[in-house]
Each structure stands twice: as C-alpha cells, then as structure tokens.
C-alpha cells in the first residue's frame, strides 16, 4: 500500500533525525545475511562437535599428566634411595681409608722397629763370630781370670737369642697387618665399584628423570594450550549462538555484552541505570564519520601492538603505494592564514592529533598521520594550485605548532605520500573513530584485530574499542543542524534521555525498512 507523499517526509525525517545511529542497522543488513541461517547453523555444530573432541583430549592429557607425575615421583624416590646409599658408601670408603692409614703407620714403625733390632743382632752376631774363631784349649790356658769373658760370652748369645725370638714376634705381627690391610684393600676395592655402580644408576635415573620432566612439560604445555583452545571454542559457541538471535531477530539488536565499558551520559550503564523497564536504545558505533581511510584511535592501537607506520597505512589504504615524491609543492595557501613553506610550516601546524600522543613511543602513528595529511593537502590542492581551508572540513591547522615527536615524524617522511593506482596523489580522507567497520576498499570491512566473519562478532576486537576511545560507540544524537553545514559551529551532542519506547522504535524501524525499500525513490 502507498502512503501519501507528507507521511513519506515525516517517516523520512523522523528516520533522519537518528541516522547517525541508525548506520548500525545498514551494517548489519549487509553482514549479518552474507551467509545463510543454516550455514551458521552448521558451523555451530560444528564448533560444538570440536569443542567436545577437544574436551576428550585435555581428560587424556590429564590422565597421562598423572600418569608421568607419577613415575616422576617413583623415579624421585629410587634417586633419593640411591642417594642414601652413596652417602653410606663414601662414610664406608673414609672408615676404610682411616684404617689403612693406620695399619700402613703401624708397619712402618713396626718395620722400623725390626730393622733396628735386625741391625743389633747381627751387631752381636758378629761380635760371638769374632769370638768363636779362639779353640776351647786356648781360652782354657788364657792368662788372667776368665770368668768375665765367658759371662760376656753367655750373656751376647742370650741376648742375641731374645732379640731373634722379639722378631720374629714382630715379623709375624707385620704378615698380620699386610693381611689386615690387603683385606682393607679388597673392601675399597667392593665399596668403589658400589660408589661407581651406583653414580651409574643415579646417572641413568636422572636421565631418565629428564626425559620424564620433558614430557611432562610437553603434556602440560598441550593442556595448557587445549585448554585455550577450548575457551576459544566455548567464545566462539557463544558468538555463534548470539549471532543466530541477531539473525533470526533481524539483525536488529546487537548483544549489550560485546559494547564497551563506560558510564557516562552515551554509555550503556548511562542506560540501564536511567531508562525506564522496556525501553529502546540504539547505538551508533563510530560516531558521526564517513568510515573512509585511516581510523586515528585505530591507528593508535595498531601501533600500540607493533605495527609500523607503513603496516598502518597499507591497511587503511587499501592498494595505494608510500613513495616519496621530490616534486611536491614547496608552498600552500591556507585560508584565513596565508601562504606559507609546505614541510616546515603547515605540516607542523597540522592539529588533526591528540596532543598527549607526541611522544616517542607513538611515533608510527604519527608518521601515518603525517603521510595521511600531507597525500591529503597535495591531492586536495592539487598539488598547490588551490587553496585548502584550516577546519574539519579539510584538516584543522593552527599557528601554534607542534614539536617534539611531531616535528621528528614530519622531517623523516618528508616528501612521502601516498599514491593511487595510476600514480596520482591520493586523497587520504581519515577520522578519529570508524567504530570497526570501513566503508573504503581492501580485503575485508572489518578494522579488527581477529576476523571472526561477522560484524556483531568482532566488536570487542575492534582496534577503535582496543584503543579505549569514548567514542567507538556511543547513543544516538541530538543534531539541531541537520544539513552539517559547514562552519555553522553546531556539533553532535548526546540526549540525556536516550531512549525510545516500544511504539516509537517500531515507528523508526518501520520507517527505515520502508525507505530502504527498493521500491522507495531516492528523494
């Protein structure tokens, strides 16, 4: 059925009135259809079916983590053991060393001691050899008294007789300690071979202990990583499942949980805590952009994970070439400011940063942005033929100039600009936050850090929401100037009272599905 051409205007501007926010549901008309429900369907189950195989798996890791922990202890246990047996073996071996020593100084004082009585005998001997060579008739009829001779003589040969009888005593006493300490011997003997048989099991032990830690590292490194796994699955299942209710709701509604945290006047808990029980919220994400060329806050948070100012830019500019170009104009003219020197005076002016970004550390980014506002400035004064104007409606300059990190940017990408296809400085439109979504050309819509294949999905991978900006998604907009004049000074502001009953979403959503509908003029 038509409607009348004054009610076609009035759901036309009610629509408009919120279309800042209600670009949320043209992309999710876009995106949420590009597969059908079954396909979703499918790879739900899917999901669901890897999830549980990995689930069998971590119990089978568990069980063999047990398992190794298990014989890690036993084998523990046996080091410990063998341990215990070395340290009695080394007391053993210094008990048997201390004998030795002992049994080696008593026969070499007993040797001594024999040597000695040795040296005494055969003093004597010879002295009763000397003495024997006289025949008994010639000591018989020997002149004088011979009373002390024979004496002398009876006494050397009993003499000689005990100190015989005391070596052999001692002979015998130095066979038993050379027995003594050849048995002292035999038992270092035993007790090097245990200490050597043992040290050789304790090495295989620990070897053995080794390998056991090995792959017990490797097996709770596999449930580490199966258990990740299955987190993955278990936000992937409930991502599916989300993304099934959008679906089969319309693509209407996206889940509250996947929006970022805040509590001010455009956030969600501004929302819940103030809204009446059944009302409407409709966020846009983004805020009020064109969603072409780079995202600043993007551009930030790549940057912060390690990506260079050129990884930024072949992102962001999809097919376009960084060359450096030594026929850029010299001088521009900047309305309301003049003509002045190109490199050393408007790029340094350019105001389109966070100030507190001029460090250092954010140095890609700034030399993306450098890039970005310098392919801009040629392509949109055609390389100095025209004049280019100092606010948003072309890039903001100001006088007050940046130093620092900015300045060092601007000076080593001097001359670097960006190129189209067929060589022309392109121009590089960009706006602070794009809410994850790009309208430009590249491989993909999505400005995420992990494609999960649907817009809904990828919200909290967003590298706008990642950076932290308030403004990756906010409510919708109370704009008196609706044409965004330039220069009219009026901006974007958020209602306090965000909300829409049951009756006036309908009206809005209703409105919307008639305008977009083919058979709906462009008017």
């Given at each position: 059925m038509?409607?009348?051409?004054?009610?076609?205007s009035?759901l036309?501007l009610?629509?408009?009135l919120l279309f800042?926010?209600?670009?949320?549901f043209?992309?999710?008309?876009?995106?949420?259809?590009?597969?059908s429900?079954?396909e979703?369907?499918?790879?739900?189950e899917?999901k669901?079916?890897?999830?549980?195989k990995t689930?069998?798996?971590l119990?089978q890791?568990?069980?063999?983590?047990?398992?190794?922990?298990?014989?890690?202890?036993s084998?523990d246990?046996?080091?410990?053991l063998?341990?215990a047996e070395l340290?009695r073996?080394e007391v053993?071996m210094?008990?048997?060393e201390?004998?030795?020593?002992?049994?080696e100084?008593?026969i070499?004082?007993?040797?001594e001691?024999?040597?000695?009585?040795?040296?005494y005998v055969?003093e004597i001997?010879?002295?009763l050899?000397?003495?024997?060579?006289y025949?008994?008739?010639?000591?018989?009829?020997?002149q004088g008294?011979?009373?002390g001779?024979?004496?002398?003589?009876i006494?050397?040969?009993?003499?000689?007789?005990s100190?015989?009888?005391?070596?052999k005593e001692?002979?015998?006493?130095?066979r038993e300690?050379?027995?003594?300490r050849?048995?002292?011997?035999?038992?270092?003997e035993i007790?090097e071979?245990d200490?050597?048989?043992f040290?050789?099991?304790?090495?295989?032990?620990a070897?053995?202990r080794?390998r056991?830690?090995?792959l017990l590292?490797?097996?709770v490194?596999t449930?580490?990583?199966l258990?990740r796994?299955?987190?993955?699955?278990?936000?992937?299942i409930?991502?599916?499942?989300k993304?099934?209710?959008?679906?089969?709701?319309?693509?209407?509604v996206?889940?509250?949980?996947s929006?970022?945290?805040g509590?001010?006047?455009?956030?969600?808990s501004?929302f819940?805590?103030?809204?009446?029980?059944d009302?409407?919220?409709v966020?846009?994400?983004g805020a009020?952009?064109?969603?072409?060329?780079?995202?600043?806050?993007?551009?930030?948070?790549r940057?912060d994970a390690?990506?260079?100012?050129e990884q930024?830019l072949d992102?962001?500019?999809y097919?376009?070439?960084?060359?450096?170009?030594?026929n850029l104009?010299e001088?521009?003219?900047?309305?309301?400011?003049?003509r002045m020197d190109?490199?050393?005076?408007y790029?340094?002016g350019?105001r389109?940063?966070n100030?507190?970004?001029?460090?250092?550390?954010?140095?890609?980014?700034?030399?993306?942005?450098?890039i970005?506002?310098r392919?801009?400035?040629?392509?949109?004064?055609?390389?100095?033929q025209?004049?280019?104007?100092?606010?948003q409606?072309?890039?903001v300059?100001s006088?007050?100039?940046?130093?620092?990190a900015w300045?060092?940017?601007v000076?080593?990408?001097r001359?670097?600009?960006?190129?189209d296809?067929?060589d022309?400085?392109?121009?590089?439109?960009?706006?602070?936050?794009?809410?994850g979504?790009l309208?430009?050309?590249g491989?993909g819509k999505?400005d995420?850090?992990?494609?999960?294949?649907?817009?809904?999905?990828?919200?909290a991978?967003?590298w706008d929401?990642?950076?932290?900006?308030s403004?990756?998604?906010?409510?919708?907009?109370?704009?008196?100037?609706?044409?965004?004049?330039?220069g009219?000074g009026v901006?974007?502001?958020?209602h306090?009272?965000?909300w829409?009953?049951?009756?006036?979403?309908?009206?809005?959503?209703?409105a919307?599905l008639y305008?977009?509908?083919d058979?709906?003029?462009?008017?």
């Amino acid at each position: 059925m038509n409607l009348k051409n004054s009610q076609k205007s009035v759901l036309f501007l009610s629509f408009l009135l919120l279309f800042c926010s209600l670009l949320l549901f043209s992309d999710l008309r876009v995106n949420l259809f590009s597969n059908s429900l079954s396909e979703y369907e499918s790879q739900l189950e899917e999901k669901k079916e890897e999830k549980e195989k990995t689930l069998s798996q971590l119990e089978q890791v568990k069980v063999e983590i047990a398992r190794i922990q298990d014989s890690g202890y036993s084998l523990d246990q046996q080091i410990i053991l063998i341990d215990a047996e070395l340290k009695r073996v080394e007391v053993e071996m210094e008990r048997v060393e201390e004998d030795l020593k002992e049994r080696e100084e008593d026969i070499s004082l007993k040797e001594e001691d024999l040597s000695e009585k040795q040296e005494y005998v055969e003093e004597i001997s010879g002295k009763l050899y000397k003495n024997s060579r006289y025949s008994f008739l010639e000591i018989l009829f020997r002149q004088g008294n011979d009373d002390g001779f024979l004496q002398t003589l009876i006494f050397s040969r009993f003499v000689i007789a005990s100190q015989i009888s005391y070596m052999k005593e001692v002979i015998e006493e130095i066979r038993e300690l050379q027995e003594e300490r050849d048995d002292l011997e035999k038992q270092k003997e035993i007790f090097e071979k245990d200490q050597g048989e043992f040290e050789e099991s304790k090495g295989l032990l620990a070897a053995e202990r080794t390998r056991v830690q090995g792959l017990l590292n490797e097996r709770v490194a596999t449930r580490g990583a199966l258990t990740r796994r299955i987190g993955g699955l278990e936000r992937d299942i409930s991502e599916l499942q989300k993304f099934l209710l959008l679906m089969r709701s319309g693509g209407t509604v996206v889940n509250a949980d996947s929006l970022g945290t805040g509590d001010g006047v455009g956030s969600l808990s501004y929302f819940r805590n103030n809204a009446p029980a059944d009302s409407f919220a409709v966020f846009s994400f983004g805020a009020y952009t064109h969603r072409n060329g780079m995202s600043q806050w993007g551009a930030k948070a790549r940057a912060d994970a390690g990506q260079n100012y050129e990884q930024i830019l072949d992102f962001y500019y999809y097919g376009a070439k960084i060359d450096k170009r030594d026929n850029l104009m010299e001088e521009i003219d900047v309305d309301g400011f003049g003509r002045m020197d190109f490199e050393e005076h408007y790029l340094l002016g350019i105001r389109e940063i966070n100030g507190v970004w001029n460090t250092e550390s954010n140095l890609d980014v700034l030399k993306a942005q450098v890039i970005a506002a310098r392919s801009y400035a040629v392509a949109r004064t055609n390389n100095g033929q025209s004049s280019i104007c100092a606010t948003q409606s072309c890039q903001v300059y100001s006088n007050n100039h940046y130093g620092g990190a900015w300045a060092r940017a601007v000076e080593e990408t001097r001359g670097i600009v960006l190129l189209d296809a067929n060589d022309n400085v392109l121009s590089t439109q960009y706006a602070a936050v794009h809410g994850g979504w790009l309208d430009g050309p590249g491989p993909g819509k999505y400005d995420v850090r992990q494609n999960k294949g649907s817009w809904s999905a990828n919200i909290a991978e967003a590298w706008d929401n990642i950076s932290g900006v308030s403004w990756f998604y906010r409510n919708w907009y109370d704009r008196v100037d609706r044409n965004h004049r330039p220069g009219s000074g009026v901006t974007c502001s958020t209602h306090p009272n965000a909300w829409l009953t049951n009756a006036e979403m309908a009206d809005l959503v209703n409105a919307y599905l008639y305008w977009s509908h083919d058979s709906v003029t462009s008017d």
